[in-house]
């Protein structure tokens, strides 16, 4: 057995070894790795270089052979049309070699240890002699082997689909082997090995090949997406409330709490951030928005909403369903306070407190309500959007909260922020407190600090006890007036906020769900989708809501790709490439779902179509030409664009009558797609499907013009008679059925109708029916047999002719020549035979003549000098016609035209 495989190795190695009974040999030309060390080209400095892994497993009396590294050129990988299968193979011989290692390993354990940290000297270069580090190494290769295999994959899957959808999967791949093979141990490689082979089966049965199934879930939202397209082909706009209709499907659907959290923040954030955005129409248009002070305040201000909403609701839950009884001492407080808000607020204050660890019975500092201290009341209303209940709380506290009430009351007066007077006089208090006195109250110091916006680098810890609350009280401090990050070093604006958020929540050390939530609260949504979608989990959440940002027209598009990301940045904002979030995910079920992927398709419609010199052809959009490649790659072509007969119609005098597919409510106009797959089913030999998709767009001077070309290669490149009477057969239905269409009669399908008489024509001369041949060509009068006509048949070949056509005129002229040879000698046996009385047919003998003294008769002169004649016009046409494809037509002519004898 063979394996390839092309992942950069700075090392190769080779490795011959031989174990027997009587000790343990180790021969090597070239140095493996240590073990234990990762090797170098998992780092990122490691190079673009390829290597070949060649490993041949033979066992016979209790020996093991393994050999081989080699080198290969990236050019050679990339030439090869179908990805290598190595992965299944390689594994399972790496599985019998380590089981054969270990039991060496037990067998020889004795002079494994006598010869550890021995080495002997092959050639220039030295190898370990532990069977222990041998298996190490063997393991090492085994995983670099793994990661090999898939990035072969990647790179001819990336070349066949022609964007970026293997680097990603690929860096994702090559850091779940890496962290794989750091935490398993020496037992735990086989199990590894097993696993990885078996992911690898699935993944290509599965949905890399576009055969997914789609969810209960994913359905909901592409009828959803339907109804949004449908509406956008009846108004010719954007559908700016997509992200509510997609919402909304989780209102009825019972499905993963965290999933419904993320469309209750993203919808919410962006439907109210996008309020402003129904002038946008252009990209600079939306930065330009983005950028905005109007911006930075409807996104704060949703932001905090939802913060504040969720945080209630949750409050609210706790109160209806208790986890300990404390129904009775909430009710008397509702009856005290006057309000169901008091009862969320000091139920929330309690279990704040209790994460905190604070004890209900220790007092902090001021007045007590509720068993609570005050300003953990008064926090808890403020985080909770209960202003009108904090004020209730400092107005029933000590001096100091009911001094405080006056910056609660202007606080919620201005939608939450203080004047210029009162922020800066609450922050000299603030600034003025001595902490280290040990009379502070921290709930006090979070309120003041919140409020005033004085401490926005605080985390304030012992009260934030999860992402929500650390991200509101940043919210709450952050100044929307603020434009540029530069414009105070005090004051938090959004887009400090924004630099703090990515540094807190880097990729692949944090949570996918609390970085979404984080990054879409600071109205980074180009960063929430990409990190959501690069979580295969939540990829259609994420590609659904790209469609629902680009219809908001608050999305930044790229249509740059980036290699192994979907995201871009420039001029310090981020863009998303829509086009590979879109096309990766769909391209996951397309197969199996031909409408759905239609659908989601649709949403490329305004992106400029992919350049691949792959592909010959031109497309307006990207929609165009993923339409081409799924129809390319399913073969649903009926499906796709519709039939021309369509099924229990009866067809009108032959008429065909066109029933649409799928495509056509979504692209009226298919013409470029069905040309280019046409063209495409015509190069490979499957000529009845690609005329079939020429008719069903009614493309018919393009179908004529093929028709045109393959009929003037079976002209040329004869073929067999039952293959001729074929296409024969399929032209002429084709032809007739115009006819009966009342097509316009255009000069390509004039062209046709000759070449169909000229195969006619051919076919009776292959029959050796020379007469009837003759009389094809004296109706068309394409080849003149009058000298009188050679004029006329001159200037029909320069100005009617196709090019197509007169290719075939000068092999044409060349077969009326034979047929008219033919057809003289056939009439002349005919008059000689019967002078002598011989039957007619019968082979004709000079003998017989001589003894008979027979000389010609009138008529055989007659009909010698009729022929000759004819013969004489079409020397005559072939001398004014050009040649190319017969250099020496006019020696063939002459020497055919000696036979008239």
């Given at each position: ?37 990762i ?80 080495f002997l ?14 298996l ?25 689909e ?10 994702k ?64 706009s ?9 919402s ?28 402003d ?61 006057g ?21 209900l ?5 001021g ?17 909770l ?11 029933q ?26 922020l ?13 006195s ?18 926005p680098?605080?985390d ?6 999860s ?93 740059e ?19 590979s ?6 391209d ?16 490329l ?10 592909y ?6 990207l929609?165009?030409f ?13 499906e ?13 005098a ?11 409510r ?34 018919m ?25 074929s ?21 390509t ?41 050679v ?11 196709l ?62 000098a ?36």
């Amino acid at each position: 057995m063979e394996w390839n495989h092309s992942t950069p190795f700075n090392q190769s190695s080779v490795v011959t070894s031989g174990i027997s009974a009587g000790g343990i040999q180790l021969n090597s030309s070239r140095t493996l790795p240590v073990a234990g060390n990762i090797p170098s080209w998992l780092t990122p400095s490691a190079g673009n270089s390829l290597a070949s892994l060649r490993s041949l497993v033979n066992q016979s009396d209790g020996q093991a052979r393994w050999s081989g590294m080699s080198s290969i050129t990236a050019s050679n990988l990339m030439a090869a049309e179908a990805p290598p299968q190595v992965a299944n193979s390689f594994l399972e011989a790496t599985e019998r070699l380590l089981k054969d290692g270990s039991q060496y390993k037990q067998k020889h354990e004795d002079a494994s240890r006598s010869l550890a940290g021995t080495f002997l000297t092959v050639g220039a270069e030295q190898h370990p002699e532990s069977v222990k580090d041998f298996l190490d190494k063997k393991r090492q290769e085994a995983r670099g082997a793994l990661i090999e295999s898939e990035a072969s994959v990647c790179i001819q899957a990336k070349r066949r689909e022609a964007y970026l959808t293997p680097d990603i999967e690929w860096e994702k791949f090559k850091e779940n082997a890496v962290s794989q093979y750091l935490g398993a141990g020496s037992g735990g490689m086989l199990a590894l090995l097993r696993s990885q082979k078996q992911q690898r089966s699935l993944d290509v049965s599965g949905s890399q090949l576009g055969d997914r199934q789609l969810t209960k879930e994913e359905l909901l939202f592409i009828q959803t997406l339907r109804d949004c397209n449908d509406e956008i082909l009846t108004t010719h706009s954007a559908v700016s409330n997509l992200l509510e209709r997609f919402s909304a499907i989780f209102t009825t659907l019972s499905t993963d709490k965290a999933v419904r959290e993320l469309w209750n923040a993203f919808s919410a954030v962006v439907g109210h951030a996008r309020s402003d955005a129904r002038a946008v129409t252009t990209q600079d248009q939306v930065a330009a928005f983005r950028s905005s002070e109007s911006f930075n305040k409807l996104l704060i201000a949703g932001a905090r909403s939802y913060l504040e909403l969720s945080a209630y609701t949750v409050a609210e839950e706790q109160v209806r369903n208790p986890v300990r009884d404390v129904s009775n001492e909430l009710s008397s407080n509702a009856a005290s306070s006057g309000g169901e808000s008091t009862n969320v607020v000091v139920a929330y204050a309690r279990a704040q407190l209790s994460k905190s660890r604070l004890s209900l019975g220790e007092s902090t500092s001021g007045t007590r309500l509720h068993g609570v201290p005050v300003w953990a009341l008064i926090y808890s209303a403020i985080r909770l959007g209960a202003l009108r209940t904090a004020v209730t709380f400092c107005s029933q506290g000590d001096e100091s909260t009911r001094d405080f009430a006056r910056y609660i009351t202007e606080y919620q007066r201005n939608n939450g922020a203080l004047l210029a007077s009162s922020l800066h006089e609450l922050q000299t208090t603030y600034r003025n407190q001595n902490p280290a006195s040990g009379n502070s109250d921290l709930y006090k110091q979070a309120v003041m600090a919140i409020i005033s916006r004085a401490e926005p680098e605080q985390d304030f810890g012992g009260i934030i006890h999860s992402v929500h609350d650390w991200l509101w009280t940043k919210l709450a401090q952050t100044d929307t007036s603020a434009s540029s990050p530069s414009s105070s070093s005090i004051d938090l604006t959004l887009q400090k906020l924004q630099h703090t958020v990515r540094s807190r929540f880097p990729a692949k050390q944090t949570d996918d769900c609390e970085a979404f939530l984080a990054f879409v609260l600071t109205g980074q949504f180009e960063l929430a989708v990409e990190r959501l979608f690069l979580n295969v989990k939540f990829r259609s959440h994420a590609a659904f809501m790209a469609i629902g940002l680009k219809q908001a027209k608050v999305l930044l598009i790229s249509h740059e790709t980036q290699l192994a990301s979907v995201l871009l940045k420039r001029d310090g904002l981020f863009f998303l490439d829509l086009a590979s979030v879109v096309r990766i995910y769909a391209d996951g079920f397309r197969r199996r779902h031909l409408e759905p992927a239609l659908e989601v398709y649709f949403h490329l419609s305004e992106t400029p179509a992919v350049k691949v010199s792959h592909y010959d052809h031109q497309f307006s959009n990207l929609f165009e030409f993923c339409v081409y490649k799924l129809a390319k790659d399913t073969g649903n072509y009926a499906e796709l664009f519709g039939v021309a007969d369509a099924p229990g119609t009866a067809a009108v005098a032959g008429l065909a009558v066109p029933r649409k597919g799928l495509v056509h409510r979504l692209l009226p106009d298919a013409t470029r797609v069905v040309v280019a797959l046409a063209q495409d089913l015509i190069q490979n030999g499957e000529l009845v499907e690609g005329l079939e998709l020429y008719e069903t767009t009614k493309q018919m001077t393009a179908m004529f013009r093929v028709l045109l070309k393959v009929l003037a290669d079976d002209v040329l490149f004869p073929t067999t008679a039952r293959q001729r009477q074929s296409l024969l057969n399929l032209a002429t239905k084709y032809a007739e059925r115009f006819q009966v269409a009342g097509g316009h009669d255009d000069v390509t399908v004039r062209n046709v109708y000759v070449m169909l008489d000229l195969l006619t024509f051919l076919n009776r001369v292959d029959n050796q029916e020379y007469r009837q041949a003759l009389a094809i060509m004296r109706n068309i009068n394409l080849i003149p047999l009058e000298q009188n006509a050679v004029g006329t048949a001159v200037a029909a070949y320069q100005a009617d002719l196709l090019p197509e056509v007169r290719e075939c005129i000068p092999f044409v002229t060349l077969q009326t020549m034979q047929a008219l040879v033919s057809c003289y000698a056939a009439e002349k046996e005919r008059i000689l035979s019967s002078r002598i009385g011989a039957e007619v047919g019968s082979p004709l003998r000079t003998a017989n003549l001589l003894v008979s003294g027979v000389r010609l008769s009138d008529g055989l002169i007659k009909l010698q000098a009729t022929y000759r004649k004819q013969s004489h016009a079409i020397l005559d046409f072939g001398n004014k016609i050009p040649s190319q494809q017969l250099p020496n037509l006019m020696d063939l002519l002459i020497k055919l035209e000696g036979a008239l004898i």
